[in-house]
């Protein structure tokens, strides 16, 4: 019934007594909405500044308010952590099936496998076409030792939750994924015809660059932030056996895709997010179909 309808007969208990809840006439009550004065039994009241409103008064109030959200377009949340511990929890579950259960068919499965049309039965994996396109993400999920998963994910619960605090989930998300999808296509790009690599590393190193990007934006310290990279810079360029290629691809993308999310001007800030994502998109497109005209069929 809407506010300004008329009274219906239920409103008044046939016995003369306090009148039944607009919602539960069957409900005798002596309280009334402040706003409309319909009665309102204690399920359906809801408390305001002064007395009590039904539930269609208080949403109608609220309709015009506008939402709070984070300085960067997010939605508030209580818990500010649940994408990274959902995330770090997939790694996990991954690595323990790639390790103990599935081994070592999920490793061959799932792994950034690339080999080009010069190598003898090439094209394989990613370079093999769309079908096989798919390992630039699992990739990203997948880690065969145990201290491969676990210093990855150490970083993940540490740079995490912040910037997830600050972007909200979705847009949070959507800088790790598009972090880790850069340093895929990046390698595929430069090492295409012969490769095989795993690892969260280029997802990992997209929020090193979001934490630059947001201590640059909120005029925070840097020099933790810039000393943890140059460090991990240094092991990835000192060390054998480990994929720069995705280190770097996934530092610049993510970087960049904070760069649009963070300096997006508030009043046009919805569209240049999402500009950001989409033109994040449209570069690791490119940077795939670039890899395919020299390595793929």
């Known amino acids: 019934m809407l506010p ?28 009334s909405c402040t706003r409309c004065e319909r009665p309102i039994c204690p399920r359906c009241m809801v408390g305001a500044a002064v007395g009590f409103q039904c539930p269609e008064c208080v949403g109608g109030g609220h ?54 049309r010069a190598h003898p039965g090439g094209p394989y994996g990613v370079a093999d076409g769309p079908a096989q396109w798919y390992r630039l993400l699992t990739a990203t999920f997948l880690h065969l030792q145990w201290w491969h998963v676990g210093l990855n994910m150490l970083v993940l619960l540490w740079l995490g939750p912040p910037l997830e605090e600050a972007l909200g989930r979705l847009r949070y998300l959507a800088l790790y994924l598009l972090a880790g999808l850069g340093g895929s296509t990046f390698a595929f790009l430069v090492a295409g015809d012969w490769m095989n690599s795993v690892g969260a590393s280029g997802a ?59 300096y997006a001007p508030r009043e046009r800030r919805g569209a240049v997010q999402a500009l950001t994502v989409v033109g994040a998109v449209a570069v690791e497109a490119a940077m795939l179909l670039s890899g395919m005209a020299l390595y793929g069929a």
């Open 204 to 262: 990992v190193f997209g929020l090193i660059g979001a934490t630059i990007v947001m201590q640059l934006r909120n005029r925070g310290p840097l020099a933790p932030a810039v000393a943890f990279l140059v460090f991990n810079l240094v092991v990835t360029f000192s060390r054998q056996n480990i994929d720069w290629r995705a280190h770097i691809g996934g530092l610049v993308v993510g970087g960049l895709v904070a760069l649009g999310l963070m």
């Open 4 to 31: 300004d309808e008329p009274r219906q007969s239920t409103d008044r208990s046939p016995e003369g007594g306090p009148p039944g809840c607009y919602r539960h006439p069957q409900t005798a009550t002596g309280i």
């Open 63 to 116: 309709a015009g308010t506008r939402r709070a959200t984070t300085r960067f377009g997010g939605a508030l949340t209580v818990d500010s952590g649940v994408v990274t511990r959902a995330l770090v929890g997939i790694n996990i579950v991954v690595w323990v099936l790639a390790a103990y259960v599935l081994n070592p068919r999920l490793g061959e499965v799932w792994s950034l496998a690339s080999a080009g």
